[in-house]
C-alpha cells in the first residue's frame, strides 16, 4: 500500500533525523516540530473551535434553565470555574499523566500546539458534567466545580489517555493499548529529546483499542460522571436517604451537624417531584417541555459545527491525498450519521405527538437525538464506508432512549440527559469501531497519522471483527469502571464533607452573619448547594433607623413562582 510517506521514512536507523528539531536561543529548549506548516495551521484552528464548543454547551445547559436568572448565571459562572481549573489542572498534571512528555509535573513540553491541541479534549470531558443538574433548586458548589474539573483533567481523562493514546513505547516504559504504538518513529520525547524507532515488523501482539477522536475517553467518561453525579443528587434531595446519611453523620464528632436542614421535596429541588405514569408522559413532557427551545437550537447548531474540528482535526495532518481523503470522509459521515439521526428523532416525536394529541412539538429531543449521533460517530468516523454512518445514526436514536429509561427506571434527574448522549451513545459508539469499520480504512488511518516512519498494523485485532468487537467492548468496559470509581471517590470526598469547615473563617471575617446584611446558613455538604443558605437582608433609610424587610431575595422565593415577568424586571 503506498502510504504516501516518502521512502526514507521506511527506514529504520536510529541516526536518521525524522523530525525537524530548532533549538530556541531565549528559552534554551529544544521544540520539535511535530507538524509541518499547513497541518500545524490546521491544529491550531481546529483546537481553537473545539475551544468554542464550550459556547455551545453553554446555550444548551442555559436553555434548561427554564428563563430563571438564578440558574442561567451558575450556568454561566460554572463554565467560567471550569475553564479555569481545567487549564491548571492539566498544564500541571494532565498532559505528563497522558504519556506525551517525561519533562516532569508542569507538562508544557515542547510541543505547545500538541498541548494545546489535547487541552482542548480534557477540558470538553470536563464541561459535560454541566449539564446534569440544570434547571434544578440543588446545584454543585463553585468549589465542587472547580475540584471535579481540576481532577477531571489533572488525572481522570489523562489517565485513561495515556492507556489508550499515547504513543510512548520502549523497553523501560510501561506497555499500553494504544494503536500508536504500532508507528516507527513515534515522537517519544525525553529530558534529553531524544526520539525512538522501532522497526518495521514491529506490532501490538496483542489487545489494541481503537477510539479515534474521543467516544469513549471523552464522551463515555463525561456522561459516567454525570451519572455518578446524578445518584448523589438523588441521596442528596431524598427524604428517605438523607435520615440514614444524618444518623451515620451523628455517629461521627467531625461530621455532626448542629441542625438538620429540612428537606422540602419539589419546593427545594424545583421540579416536580410527582413520577409521570409512564416512560413516554416522562420523556416527552405536554406542551414540548418548558426549556428554551432558540438557545438549545443555537447551541446544538455551535456544537455541530465545532464538531466537525473536533473529528477531523483529530487526523492532526492536512497535507497530501491521503489526509484529504481521510478527513473528507469523516465529514461525510458525521454528516450523514446526523441527517439519519436527526430525521429517526423528528419521526419519533411527530408520532408521540400525535398519541398524546399534544398540540406542540419536542424539538428539544431532536437536539438530543442529533448530539448522541455526533457522539457516537466520533470513535469510527474515519474507518467506516458511508452507507454505515446511515444506519448508526438510526441505531442510536433507539440506544439514546434506552439511556433515558434507564434514567427513568432508576428515577435519576438529568436536566440535559448527560448520561443518555455521552454516556451510553459514547460506549455505542465504541461497539461501532468493532461492528462496523473496514481493517483496511483502519491500517490506512493509522499508518498515515504516524508523520514519520510506518508500520502496518499487524495486530489480529484489526482484520478479525470478532475480536475487535471484543476488544472495544472490554476498553469500553474498563473506561466505565475507571471513570465511575474515581468520579465516585471524588463525590463521595464532597459529600460527606461539611461546608461549614471549608468556610468556618468566613462569617467573622467578612461580617457574614450581621443581621442587616442577612445571615448565611453554613450547613450541608461541600458538594451541593440549596436555595435559601443566603438570609434576606434589610434595607435601612437614611437617618431612620432600620426599615421594614425588603422584598424576598430571588434565592428565597420558591421556584414555581418565579416567573419571566419577575426576570424582565430586574
Not at 498544564?91 to 508542569?106: K, M, P, R
Request: proline share 4%; with cysteine.
Amino acid at each position: 500500500m503506498d502510504s504516501g510517506i516518502p521512502d526514507f521514512c521506511n527506514i529504520s536507523d536510529a541516526g536518521l533525523e525524522c523530525f525537524s528539531r530548532e533549538d530556541s536561543v531565549c528559552t534554551g529548549k529544544t521544540y520539535s516540530d511535530r507538524y509541518d506548516n499547513p497541518s500545524a495551521t490546521w491544529v491550531v484552528v481546529c483546537a481553537i473551535l473545539m475551544f468554542f464548543m464550550k459556547a455551545g454547551f453553554l446555550y444548551v445547559e442555559e436553555s434548561f434553565s427554564k428563563s430563571d436568572r438564578v440558574f442561567r448565571r451558575r450556568v454561566v459562572l460554572a463554565k467560567y470555574i471550569d475553564i479555569f481549573a481545567g487549564t491548571l489542572g492539566f498544564w500541571l498534571f494532565g498532559y505528563a499523566i497522558s504519556g506525551n512528555t517525561n519533562q516532569g509535573a508542569v507538562g508544557e513540553d515542547q510541543d505547545f500546539i500538541f498541548w494545546f491541541f489535547r487541552f482542548t479534549f480534557a477540558t470538553n470531558t470536563a464541561t459535560i458534567l454541566g449539564g446534569t443538574l440544570v434547571g434544578h433548586g440543588v446545584q454543585l458548589r463553585l468549589l465542587s466545580v472547580f475540584f471535579y474539573s481540576f481532577c477531571m483533567t489533572a488525572f481522570i481523562h489523562p489517565s485513561l489517555a495515556r492507556f489508550f493514546w499515547s504513543a510512548a513505547r520502549s523497553p523501560s516504559t510501561e506497555p499500553t493499548w494504544s494503536p500508536y504504538e504500532a508507528c516507527n518513529g513515534t515522537f517519544t520525547a525525553t529530558i534529553t529529546h531524544n526520539f525512538t524507532f522501532f522497526s518495521p515488523d514491529d506490532d501490538l501482539g496483542g489487545f489494541v483499542f481503537f477510539d479515534f477522536a474521543g467516544s469513549g475517553l471523552v464522551h463515555l467518561c463525561g456522561g459516567i460522571a454525570g451519572l455518578v453525579l446524578a445518584i448523589f443528587h438523588k441521596l442528596e434531595t431524598g427524604i428517605e436517604y438523607k435520615e440514614k446519611i444524618w444518623k451515620f453523620q451523628d455517629c461521627c464528632p467531625i461530621f455532626k451537624r448542629t441542625k438538620q436542614p429540612a428537606v422540602s421535596k419539589g419546593v427545594e429541588s424545583g421540579e416536580n417531584t410527582e413520577k409521570a405514569e409512564n416512560f413516554i408522559k416522562w420523556m416527552y413532557p405536554s406542551g414540548g417541555g418548558d426549556e428554551n427551545v432558540e438557545n438549545a437550537a443555537l447551541g446544538i447548531l455551535i456544537l455541530w459545527t465545532t464538531w466537525f474540528a473536533f473529528n477531523a482535526g483529530s487526523t492532526e495532518n492536512i497535507s497530501g491525498k491521503m489526509y484529504h481523503a481521510a478527513v473528507g470522509r469523516i465529514a461525510l459521515s458525521m454528516s450523514l450519521v446526523c441527517a439519519s439521526g436527526g430525521l429517526t428523532q423528528a419521526i419519533i416525536s411527530t408520532l408521540v405527538q400525535i398519541y398524546k394529541r399534544d398540540e406542540t412539538f419536542n424539538a428539544n429531543e431532536i437536539a438530543n437525538g442529533v448530539l448522541g449521533c455526533l457522539v457516537a460517530i466520533t470513535g469510527c468516523c474515519p474507518f467506516i464506508d458511508p452507507p454505515w454512518a446511515v444506519l448508526i445514526g438510526a441505531v442510536t436514536i433507539a440506544v439514546y432512549h434506552l439511556g433515558c429509561y434507564i434514567e427513568y427506571l432508576l428515577g435519576l434527574h438529568d436536566g440535559a440527559r448527560v448520561f443518555p448522549v455521552h454516556g451510553v451513545c459514547g460506549f455505542w459508539g465504541l461497539l461501532c469501531v468493532g461492528i462496523f469499520s473496514k481493517s483496511c480504512l483502519i491500517r490506512e488511518v493509522y499508518e498515515n497519522l504516524c508523520y514519520c516512519c510506518s508500520s502496518m498494523l499487524q495486530s489480529e485485532a484489526v482484520s478479525n471483527h470478532g475480536l475487535r468487537f471484543a476488544y472495544q467492548l472490554l476498553g469500553g468496559v474498563f473506561i466505565i469502571g475507571w471513570s465511575f470509581i474515581l468520579c465516585a471517590i471524588l463525590f463521595t470526598a464532597l459529600w460527606f464533607f461539611p461546608v461549614k469547615f471549608a468556610l468556618v473563617c468566613l462569617p467573622w471575617i467578612f461580617c457574614f452573619n450581621d443581621e442587616d446584611r442577612g445571615k448565611i446558613a453554613f450547613e450541608g455538604n461541600l458538594l451541593f448547594t440549596h436555595f435559601g443558605e443566603i438570609g434576606t437582608p434589610k434595607t435601612v433609610a437614611p437617618n431612620k433607623g432600620p426599615a421594614k424587610d425588603a422584598p424576598p431575595a430571588p434565592n428565597d422565593i420558591p421556584l414555581e413562582e418565579r416567573s419571566i415577568k419577575d426576570e424582565s424586571a430586574v
